[in-house]
């Protein structure tokens, strides 16, 4: 889909499976085959709806995760609600410190690490259509989760089990503090 979430569906989820940078198939039409899938620039050379929806979702992307993501390095991929490809199932003896993540709807999850070892824990709602509500259960005596917003400028504390709300794409990512 070429709406917003469906644009910002492919860049979150490509991201948490440890994508550094998209190639989008079809970026230009051609006079003599239109793409029925409105690129953005159209056969005349004009950008279209769909170039402005891409260049919004991109700049939303890069001042919430951009920034932050090409610090880190990929750990581990999970799914939750399905099987896709050979990534496994996020399951109770998954993390060691994550012990059970809920959703309602279909997510992708990973874990990263930075340069001095810190791990994160990427949600990503996997559903192109549906919002969903997550509850993460994490071991609060050996770690806390803290969320992270605008690249990690701001932080908000997650207490385990709590509610987080994700539109369909959208991403959440949180620094694991061990204690």
């Known amino acids: 889909s070429m709406d917003e979430y469906g644009i910002m569906w492919q860049i979150t989820t490509s991201a948490a499976l440890g994508i550094k940078g998209i190639t989008w198939f079809r970026f230009y039409d051609r006079q003599i085959a239109p793409n029925y899938h409105a690129s953005p620039i159209d056969e005349y050379g004009n950008t ?100 992270l917003i605008l690249n990690g400028k701001v932080t908000e504390p997650y207490e385990s089990g709590g509610y987080i709300s994700l539109y369909p794409g959208q991403m959440a990512m949180y620094r694991i503090d061990r204690k």
């Not at 990929?74 to 199932?89: A, C, H, I, N, V």
């Open 48 to 147: 279209t709806l769909t170039y402005e929806r891409m260049m919004r979702c991109h700049r939303r992307f890069n001042d919430q995760f951009g920034e932050l993501l090409m610090r880190l390095k990929r750990k581990e991929s999970w799914m939750l609600g399905f099987q896709r490809m050979s990534y496994p199932m996020f399951g109770e003896n998954s993390h060691p410190l994550i012990k059970d993540i809920k959703s309602f709807e279909r997510m992708v999850i990973s874990t990263f690490e930075d340069e001095n070892g810190t791990e994160y824990l990427c949600l990503v709602n996997a559903e192109m259509k549906d919002p969903t509500t997550v509850h993460v259960t994490y071991d609060d005596e050996k770690c806390s989760l803290t969320g």
